[in-house]
């Protein structure tokens, strides 16, 4: 049981109502029947407080000895990717809540995602565990025998053991989603001898929350004619993993690779990659689920989001940050750092993520609160590589702001927080080519999967287009967005072209290094301007900051001497892009207004206007930034911000300034 940390308030309590809330309801009948559940700390906690019928429901289960109780992190973070301090901390945080409300310490965990690592072995022992799950797939992409999962193993690192059950990739796909006949024939297919286990551990929102199973599984009655047809079973018997632990031998020694499921090792690829080895799987057929096959194709390991989505790694380098160093932090602020580690924002499969901009807005939400704890009247500067891509960026805290410029990418501001709404406006995500992209390039491309009559379709099944609409939004950035992008053109500027990336591009400096002068505010590139032949060019960059202020001023030099279009890009996040005004216009389908110098941006959400003045007469022209991402339904276009522009005209030389400030409403 999983859901983001302070997810909306209505979506968790979706999953409460259709989900958990029937689920322990029903199991209240059959209390005989033996399972284990593990949840997320602050979803559990919030269930004790906003549902006690449910939680008393969950202490009956236990104290009538159904349920066993499974740990992990207790706000829901990939363990490997969090340090050996963190993770313990996290571990023992939710086992110390079980053991206060249901008695219980646990002896096994979830692995969040089912990322594994042998690293995280001597940790786990530390916190007391003596178990885990991970999936069949983690052993046979490790050359394990497909025949040989019916029970658990050893592995050891660092002169620590644990044991290694192995989930059942065809229960997991069975149930519910499959009749309860072909269910228990799927449960059956595991037995070889009356002490083989046939294991499963999945997703309870597969309960009533995914599409289609509040009606199969009890309005229809499915888990309760299924927990009959268990219990009454001559064959079948239910059992937690800690006693069959102490009732049956290990299967033997195990290393498994650093993996997790299948499906995790294809979301982690580039687009090209996944297309790549989707297609190297179909050339290898049937073939591909025997033991080669599984061995040697197979997707990347979790930590490749990190190299996939640079906003997913820029927010994790600033919480490793704050890891280093928390030992000066309060208790308040460590709890911060505690929740900034939750998975959800981190990737992205077939469900949001880091995609779902609320997500990304509580992640800063916390890293904010933590840099709160930092600021001070007087302005801070550090100089330091936070995303270890070997270039530096400056971090810039002022009384109010929490401001971040990178070295790599033009002298741009990639951060723009604000500690009295703990709100980060730069919170943006550049629109990337993705692998499942080409089922709107190429809807023929299409498996149509047959579904019988005896089963419901799931999320790995569903496909919802809409192709004409969906292909027009597929447009792909060439830099990151950021603010503060400097941009030569001869052509003029204009919204369509603005909006399609289709002006042409002269200069280097959107996506180039710039060098910081000894001056810790004042960035500068050498580059040129191609018109084809190269014309030697120079761009500085000043800031200066305050409270609540930024202000740029942009020299250039240029040795071309035709006249030119200058444009400096800004690309900020709104929580309503669509409620948000400019100049107290709607943005609707599109901004243009001409020969301005003076901008005002209304942020409802926030309640603050942002205001921008230039030293010269400007055309600005803005669109509303969208994603086209897979979601459990299908496709969803999410808005991500609003990019804008400021566009003015410039013979050999500019000076350009723009000022910022962040106003109460």
């Known amino acids: 049981m999983h ?42 906690d919030r269930i004790r407080v906003n549902h006690p019928d449910i939680f ?54 979830w692995l969040t995602e089912r990322v594994w690592e042998s690293s995280l072995i001597s940790d786990l022992s530390a916190c007391g565990i003596d178990y885990t799950v991970v999936d069949d797939y983690h052993f046979l992409s490790s050359g394990f025998d497909a025949s040989k999962m019916d029970g658990y193993y050893t592995t050891e690192e660092n002169n620590h053991k644990l044991s290694l059950f192995a989930i059942s990739q065809s229960l997991r796909y069975a149930l519910p989603f499959f009749s309860v006949e072909r269910s228990i024939e799927a449960i059956l297919s595991h037995a070889k001898d009356e002490n083989s286990a046939a294991i499963i551990f999945d997703d309870a929102e597969k309960f009533g929350l995914w599409p289609k199973t509040h009606e199969w599984v009890y309005e229809k009655k499915w888990l309760e004619k299924f927990l009959k047809a268990v219990s009454s079973h001559e064959q079948i018997q239910t059992q937690h ?57 197979k997707g990347g390991i979790w930590k490749n989001f990190f190299i996939k989505y640079s906003e997913s790694n820029y927010l994790h380098k600033r919480m490793i940050y704050f890891s280093k160093i928390q030992d000066k932090l309060d208790k308040n602020s460590l709890e911060s750092l505690y929740k900034l580690q939750t998975n959800d924002v981190f990737w992205h499969g077939v469900f949001g993520g880091l995609y779902l901009p609320n997500l990304r807005d509580n992640a800063y939400k916390y890293l904010l609160e933590l840099e709160k704890f930092q600021a001070k009247k007087k302005i801070k500067y550090e100089l330091l590589d936070i995303d270890y891509d070997g270039f530096e960026e400056l971090k810039v805290l002022t009384k109010n702001l929490s401001i971040v410029i990178s070295l790599k990418n033009g002298a741009q501001m990639m951060e723009f927080g604000s500690f009295d709404t703990l709100f980060n406006w730069q919170n943006t995500i550049m629109r990337r080519e993705e692998a499942y992209h080409d089922k709107i390039i190429n809807p023929k491309n299409i498996e149509q999967k047959t579904q019988k009559s005896d089963e419901i379709a799931t999320i790995h099944t569903n496909d919802f287009l809409d192709v004409d609409k969906l292909k027009s939004e597929l447009i792909y950035d060439w830099h990151q967005k950021y603010s503060f992008i400097d941009h030569f053109s001869d052509n003029k500027f204009s919204l369509e072209n603005f909006k399609s990336l289709s002006f042409n591009e002269l200069g280097d400096f959107a996506n180039q290094p710039f060098e910081l002068s000894k001056k810790k505010n004042v960035f500068k590139r050498v580059g040129g301007l191609f018109l084809p032949q190269k014309y030697t060019t120079s761009l500085k960059k000043a800031y200066k900051f305050d409270t609540n202020n930024i202000d740029i001023k942009i020299d250039i030099d240029s040795s071309f001497e035709g006249g030119l279009f200058y444009g400096c890009e800004l690309n900020m996040h709104f929580a309503h892009p669509d409620k948000i005004t400019f100049n107290s216009k709607n943005i609707g389908d599109g901004f243009s207004e001409y020969a301005i110098n003076e901008l005002e941006i209304y942020d409802d959400f926030t309640d603050k206007t942002i205001k921008l003045k230039t030293n010269t007469r400007c055309d600005v022209f803005a669109y509303i930034l969208n994603t086209i991402s897979q979601s459990e339904s299908g496709f969803d276009k999410v808005a991500q911000g609003i990019s804008f522009v400021f566009v003015t005209t410039f013979k050999k030389e500019l000076e350009f300034t723009l000022e910022l400030e962040v106003v109460n409403v």
Request: aromatic share 16%; hydrophobic share 35%.
């Open 241 to 297: 993993y800690s006693e069959y632990m102490s009732k049956n031998h290990s299967l033997g020694l195990a290393y498994l690779n650093n993996t997790s499921y299948f499906e995790m090792g294809e979301w982690s690829l580039k687009a090209k990659q996944t297309l790549a080895m989707q297609k190297l799987k179909e050339d290898v057929g049937d073939n591909y689920f025997n033991d080669v096959g599984v061995s040697f194709i």
């Open 3 to 44: 859901q983001p940390i302070d997810n909306f308030g209505d979506a968790v309590d979706e999953a409460i109502e259709r989900c958990y809330k029937p689920f322990f309801e029903t199991m209240l009948e059959y209390s005989e029947f033996k399972f284990s559940v593990h949840s997320s700390g602050w979803l559990l």
């Open 56 to 109: 008393e429901n969950m202490k009956f289960l236990t104290d009538k000895g159904s349920i066993e109780w499974v740990g992990a992190g207790y706000y829901e973070p990939v363990l490997s990717s969090i340090s050996s301090r963190d993770r313990q901390a996290q571990i023992n945080k939710l086992s110390c809540y079980l053991k206060k409300h249901f008695g219980q310490k646990p002896k096994g965990i």
